[in-house]
């Protein structure tokens, strides 16, 4: 009998979204922040392209790619990496900076990804209190530990969708001690870049990774394609532990003709924004509380864990699928994704009735 390493069998596997729609009704999912529409038409186009030398393992350095990114953002293709979705830059970066004797650090409704990555890397998970959903900087700065390894923080936050400035990561990082890895998960970054405070020259300091994703803004989620700017000797120590043939050829050529049509990501972000205001301003007025949101979701406070509870049995009745967050610390909350017109339309209608029906 093979036994797994016990901090594995300790470890419950990943709680993904549950969607199973009751018979007769379709699905809406609104739970995992996927795209309102489809991948830009030119990163389609470029991926049919590929299929017929589907027998080649794909560039291993996935260059296009990297060469894309750096004319886009002005950085250097040589700082940056790519990943299977950003999960899989995650999950590396913990396995390779954290371990028993160096401990993951986070905030308090940090993404619960952060988590897992720590568990698999047999690492101490330590979290600081946010403010009202927001990110404490002076919280992190209190509460990191002598063995803290790696700090990780996603700017926006998912679950919470806030944000904090640019200033408060320059202040985090300038308070951490120097052999401390901070990742800056960006997977919303581009929900916000129109602020201006873009993250990038940070990782010149060498101990600051910035991660971003083609799962959200980008509509390509099914693609898994992420990526990051590293510093050159986090990238080689990284590079040591990831799969050395990590996205498939359709996937990267994809991934770069959607960085080339920049137009249509910022289109799709633009109409995010709108629905997204839209619905909070709805959701408002009709006595629910959303959180400030930078990216394609909002974080539903529903007065309590019950009305929360109730909330998401009666629109999962409906078909309607958002997501509790019991597990990120925020019972009372629901997080609902910005999806097309008529599924927010759908979904506003079945929250308003359970509105009407619900008694504290
Ligand atoms: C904060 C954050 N980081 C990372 C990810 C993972 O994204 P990917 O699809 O690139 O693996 C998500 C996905 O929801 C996310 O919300």
């Known amino acids: ?35 309102l529409r489809p991948p830009s038409p030119t990163a389609l186009e470029a991926a049919a392209t590929t299929l017929g030398t589907s027998m080649l393992y794909p560039d291993p350095d996935w260059t296009d790619l990297r060469h894309a990114l750096a004319d886009l953002h002005g950085i250097d293709a040589g700082g940056i990496l790519c990943g ?22 986070a905030p308090g409704h940090a993404y619960p990804f952060f988590r897992t990555a720590a568990q698999v ?13 927001v990110v404490s900087v002076d919280a992190l700065l209190e509460a990191v530990r002598p063995d803290t ?6 700017n926006p936050g998912n679950p919470t969708g806030t944000r904090i400035p640019k200033s408060e990561i320059l202040r985090l990082r300038q308070g951490l001690r120097q052999d401390i890895l ?15 405070e873009r993250c990038f020259d940070l990782v010149q300091g060498g101990n600051t990774v910035i991660l971003r994703t083609f799962s959200k803004a980008y509509g390509m989620a099914g693609f898994r394609v992420g990526w990051g700017l590293f510093p050159p000797a986090i990238a080689q120590e990284l590079r040591k532990v990831m799969n050395p043939n990590n996205i498939p ?46 990216t394609n979701f909002l974080l539903l406070n529903m007065g309590s864990p019950e009305a929360a509870q109730s909330a998401d049995t009666a629109l999962r009745a409906d078909g309607v699928f958002l997501r509790p967050q019991g597990g990120a610390g925020l019972p009372h909350t629901l997080r609902m994704t910005i999806a097309d017109p008529e599924a927010m339309n759908t979904a506003i209608g079945s929250l308003m009735r359970w509105k009407e029906e619900y008694r504290a």
């Open 1 to 35: 009998m093979t036994y797994a390493h016990p901090h594995i069998a300790r470890m419950s596997p990943y709680a993904l979204a549950q969607l199973n729609a009751p018979g007769g009704k379709t699905l809406i999912s609104l739970s995992q922040n996927e795209s």
């Open 84 to 105: 299977s979705g950003s999960l899989d830059l995650i999950a590396c970066l913990a396995r390779v900076f954290s371990g028993p004797a160096r401990a993951v650090f």
């Open 121 to 133: 890397a047999d690492a101490r998970f330590d979290t600081a209190e946010e403010i009202d959903a």
């Open 149 to 154: 390894g790696l700090v990780l923080v996603a």
């Open 182 to 196: 901070l990742v800056v998960d960006e997977a919303y970054g581009e929900f916000a870049d129109h602020l201006g």
């Open 249 to 294: 050829a359709s996937s990267q050529i994809a991934a770069a003709a959607a960085v080339r049509d920049d137009a249509y990501m910022r289109e799709t972000c633009a109409m995010t924004a709108t629905l997204r205001d839209q619905t909070a301003a709805h959701l408002r007025k009709a006595g629910l509380d959303p959180y400030p949101s930078f």
